[in-house]
């Protein structure tokens, strides 16, 4: 059955339960496709050897996932697509990845990231480039390129991915899939390598938002182990889905359409806007006034995170320690393998970061941005007081191409100008295929307040319903 | 505010990362276009802002202070690549 890897996660689950098709057959369609098609993609930086289910017949009995290469797996290589952290094994698995597992589902292996999940194109990454499905020359985005591109070629059912600010959702658009970034919190962070812990957030990449409610349900809650884990109860959000938006207020905020926006992009966005008042939503125009001051917040918070986040990282524990004989002593060893080990994106933002926080411009810089973070905050929870949902682009442009941003720094962040402000907000944000300009795909954005994942899924699975963008594939047999 | 080589060197030495003189010409131009884009911030009046640190609101998270054994801890320090004496990482004497 060839068209198995075709299917949706509701649908490959319907299959196997009815026993037309038995897990093992699924897992086979998958590795086999792996094996043809990923190294045109480069999505997969560890393939597992022999991968099976540890709960069959569970709710996600049989079905083959994949993880972004920062989730800890037990005995699996955990590089972040990093040099430093090159022949990790982590002796324990990720609490998402635990519940993953516990649930049935198969880990076909590892997807890669930009190094350390920092940057939007997986150009960053120590191992290799991942290329977009929809055209090979272009970027698959980041810093879940890896997720975005194995979902979207069918090479596992969903992916596990990080987003801190636009990783899950700006390579969805790029690669015309679904994207959840949940409320910061809602999914445990313990055994996922961190980059910004403020701001960092698990979520999944998959082929419907259905499946994405499905998986949340499994990996949402409070953990032990992270103490920043949400408290609030979890909800089922897959029997909440919506097929119609009607009593629904739909925020649409002017200053995401704005000069920069590319013009496609637009047409697709307003088109997926007009669909949403279709299905019944009321929309309003809203002002989230520091939107310009989002990215700039972004860098000096995410970087000054990462400066200490990124110190642990010093030869002792993990990574290619140079040998005893080649320093003098302790410091000299921390300077060998850092210089090493990390790659220029990373050293960029930890020198940022290291600046930021110094004696001298910590109140200039890390202070200030904190204090703008809470405007930004504020203008959502003002906006929230009137309306339900905000409606929004998810990334300026299409999928640019390989090597066009790289070298410039301040262009790369700016892709993230929509999706930081929710990041910032800890607010929860998809984003859902919404068409095409120019053959690429382009996503369409829903935020809702901090918790209420149910309010968001449900709107956009009623999009998806009325829609069939989710249902294109790229050509690459 | 301008980002010198000087001050590159500085802050690379902090954070321990040595860089090549290509590579501080390099960081010092890249740093300081972004230290230029992210002053931007300097036209937000945020007198009386209080700052943001934790953003869904939690505050102490608190447990019982109580010993649990870490099943895995002689194959986390195994991760090292240093010699390992009594279930201890061995490392170069530090100064």
Redo the contacts between chains.
Sequence with gaps: MSELTKLNLVETRKLISEKKVAEKEVVAEYSKRIAEIDPKIGSFLFVADNPTSENSGGKLGGIPIAHKDVFDTAGMPTTAASRILE??????DATAVAKLKSAGAVNLGKLNTDEFTMGASTETSAFGKTRNPWNLERVPGGSSGGSAAAVAADLCVFATATDTGGSIRQPSSFCGVTGLKP???RISRSGVISMAS?LDTIGVISKTVEDAAIALEILAGRD?LD??S?NASVEKYSENLRTDLRNLKIGIPREYFVEGLDAGVEKVVRAGIDELKKLGAELVEISLP?T??A???Y??VASSEI?ANMARF?G??????VA?SE??????????N??RG?GDEV??R???G??AL?AGYSEK?Y?????????I?KDFDDAFAEIDLIAAPVAPTTAFRIGEKIDD??QM?LADIFTAPAS???APAISVPAGFSEKLPVGLQLIAP??AESKLLAAAHAFQNATDHHLQKPALN | MQITKD??EK??K?????LAENEVEK?TE??G???G??????S?D?SG????????G?EN?L?ADEVAEFP?MK???E????PIENGQ?K?????
């Design positions: 022949n990790y094994r982590p002796p324990f409320t910061y919190g403020s032990l103490a920043t949400g520091h310009e001051f990215v700039p917040t860098y000096l400066s010093d002792v524990r993990f990574g290619p320690t005893n320093v003098e002593n302790l410091v000299e060893m921390y300077f060998e850092r210089t990390f050293k960029r930890i020198m940022l290291t600046f110094s810089f202070k200030k941005a904190l204090q703008v973070r809470t405007l905050k720094p301040v962040y910032l907000a800890g901090q918790f | 001050l590159v802050i690379a902090l954070a321990r990362i040595r960081f890249q740093l276009a972004i230290v884009f992210v002053e931007k911030l300097n937000v945020t802002v209080a700052e943001t640190n934790q953003i869904t939690l998270i447990r895995e194959k986390l320090v991760c090292s690549n240093h990482i490392i170069k004497k530090s100064i």
